[in-house]
């Protein structure tokens, strides 16, 4: 049995050894536009406590400490400027957040920084093609922070079209906790340098697999609704079929009308809420996360175009003919998603997600703790897997810099924040003393055996809307792999303090149906050929997830119609990807 948490406590060492299997991973980059550089203009005032307007932009005020020529404080010192200055942004709108550019953090980085933010926002389904576009048009901003930034996209950026520019050198005169993680696992920087030497993106470090992001496809089912209905929860797809008709054609949710429940949900465009690689990994291997590629022993293949996943298409588009999936399920967001889940009336009794937060409140103790996530389902053939992933997840560039930026030393400053602790767990977490705390005295983690180091005070989640001026996910992070086990587990598991811990449970008990395939490490190309993978890659990607789509609708028949879909498989060159990808994992690894 494949313990993750043990797993990772056993070669501790050796994950840092291994972190080239992961550093360079993809992470969500969104764009950035508007270049507001010039410095804001104004009297003195030394009687300025927040050193903040009215509007909540940076006055100037008299400082104590060392600034050099430019008004720069020192490395690890702030405000970072002595004067306020302007640097452009733009962020992408995360789900339950009104307005981005009034959240907190923005109004804490400023009063301390003394960095204005000039804001641009893309929403949340589309910000990769606002991205490209503003790098195509030589409109771009300072900084890109947060989303859809591969090691392809830094070669052909950076490299390629000096968009980006190296950090090598303002990393080392500029920064102090980024180095003291090079210091703790010395493969970071390594794996930071792209091949022609430079470093042009700082990753973020999130826990991964060693966390609940092991398993990204997981489906939730409510507990009391099958206990209402007389079953227990699936083990095959045909008793997920079964427990899904009982769901439609009986008063589930026991309010006396057995017409207003909804079997079986999902969302798109946000992580792992789609109704189907869940479903499918019943019938084969698949993962979309993974570029629909699979590596076993050496060898990549493909995964868009196997029997298997037409078997597992046919089963789901039954399931959907049958009125058992949400027809919203494939064109709703997260939080259409999370408003279905948080109605008054529990309507819904199974969702796709990767963790439940994103779609019940689990300040809602009751609600929350009815929904459980289910085991992999066996398919008719007897496969049963789930694509998981054991090590730390690590992105590719979280935090890059342009060559529109004038003010360079003050941005990477500003990304040398997110390396530390503070704002690491600040925004994924919140506010030491308000959201998070340390560890009280005598405390343990979730193995009841590893002294505690910190503690939730109040668990938020990224559909908490009302507390989501709180956090901010899509941002640069770089703090230990297993932060997340770091916390106090005292109380009922499924406390909102011990969510965390709730997940990581969850996670676990999905170990032994681990698929017999590996992770695949991302890796570095030639600009040339990096350009053409994405290329590929996101036509692919649009294809596939329309295919799809129209195969569970019905607008296609999975039978019928499949020739035509591997055709344009053919067209699209999907065949070529996979060999680049073997090519370039053979030159890396081999």
Not at 172 to 190: G, Q, S, T
Not at 200 to 228: Q, R
């Amino acid at each position: 049995m494949l313990d993750f948490n043990k797993k990772y406590k056993e070669e501790k060492g050796m994950v840092l050894k291994k972190m080239m299997s992961v550093l360079l991973a993809s992470v969500m980059v969104l764009s950035l536009a508007a270049c507001g550089n010039s410095k804001s203009e104004g009297g003195v005032s030394s009687s300025a406590e927040s050193g903040l307007a009215e509007n909540g932009t940076a006055e100037e005020k008299e400082y104590d400490g060392e600034f050099d020529e430019n008004g720069l404080s020192k490395p690890g010192q702030l405000p970072i400027s002595k004067e306020p200055i302007t640097m452009s942004i733009f962020v992408g709108q995360q789900p339950g957040v009104v307005d981005i550019t009034k959240h907190s953090i923005f109004k804490e980085l400023t009063e301390k920084t003394n960095i204005n933010f000039e804001f641009i926002v893309a929403p949340q389904e589309g910000a990769q093609d606002k991205l490209n576009m503003l790098l195509a048009s030589g409109d771009y901003p300072d900084i890109i922070i947060g989303g859809f930034f591969t090691n392809a996209d830094l070669v052909k950026y950076g490299t390629g079209e000096n968009i980006l520019i190296p950090l090598n050198d303002l990393i080392e005169e500029n920064c102090v906790n980024l180095k003291e993680r090079w210091e703790d696992a010395p493969k970071i920087k390594e794996m930071m340098t792209t091949p022609d030497g430079n470093i042009y993106g700082i990753p973020s470090l999130d826990s991964g697999g060693l966390g609940h992001g092991a398993v990204n496809y997981k489906v939730w089912m409510n507990k009391e609704w099958l206990e209402n209905v007389g079953m227990e929860a699936p083990q095959t797809t045909e008793e997920f079929r079964a427990v899904l008709e009982a769901f439609k054609e009986q008063d589930a949710n026991g309010n006396g009308d057995p017409n207003d429940e909804i079997p079986f949900s999902g969302a798109i465009n946000t992580w792992a809420a789609e109704v189907y690689p869940y479903l499918i990994n019943a019938f084969d291997y698949f993962d979309p996360s993974n570029g629909y590629l699979k590596l076993k022993d050496g060898v990549i293949s493909g995964t868009a175009g196997t029997d298997g996943v037409r078997e597992g298409l046919k089963y789901i588009a039954g399931l959907y003919a049958d009125g058992l999936i949400d027809p919203a399920a494939l064109t709703q967001d997260e939080s259409q998603l999370s408003a279905l889940g948080t109605k008054e009336e529990v309507i819904c009794g199974t969702a796709a997600c990767g963790h439940i937060g994103m779609f019940v409140d689990i300040n809602d103790i009751q609600r929350s703790a009815a929904y459980d996530n289910l085991l992999p389902l066996e398919g008719p053939d007897g496969y049963r897997g789930i694509p998981t992933q054991t090590e730390p997840v690590v992105s590719g560039a979280a935090f890059v810099i342009t060559d529109k930026c004038q003010y360079p030393e003050a941005a990477i400053k500003l990304a040398d924040l997110f390396c530390g602790e503070e704002w690491s767990l600040r925004t994924q977490v919140g506010i030491k003393g308000q959201q998070w705390d340390d560890a009280d005295e005598g405390t343990f983690t979730m193995d009841g055996t590893t002294p505690a180091t910190r503690k939730y005070l109040e668990m938020r989640t990224q559909n908490a809307t009302a507390a989501e001026d709180i956090k901010w996910h899509w941002t640069l992070r770089l703090v230990e792999p297993d932060w997340k086990n770091t916390f106090q587990v005292v109380g009922d598991i499924t406390d909102p303090a011990n969510y965390e811990a709730r997940l990581i449970q969850c996670t676990q008990k999905l170990a032994p149906y681990a698929a017999d395939a590996e992770y695949i490490p991302p890796f570095y190309m030639e600009v040339e050929k990096a350009n053409q993978v994405a290329s590929m890659k996101t036509a692919i990607d649009d294809y596939v997830k329309a295919s799809f789509i129209e195969f569970i609708t019905g607008a296609k028949d999975p039978e019928k119609d499949w020739d035509a879909y591997l055709a344009g498989l053919d067209k699209l060159q999907y065949n070529d990807y996979i060999a680049l990808n073997q090519e370039a994992y053979d030159s890396t690894y081999k």
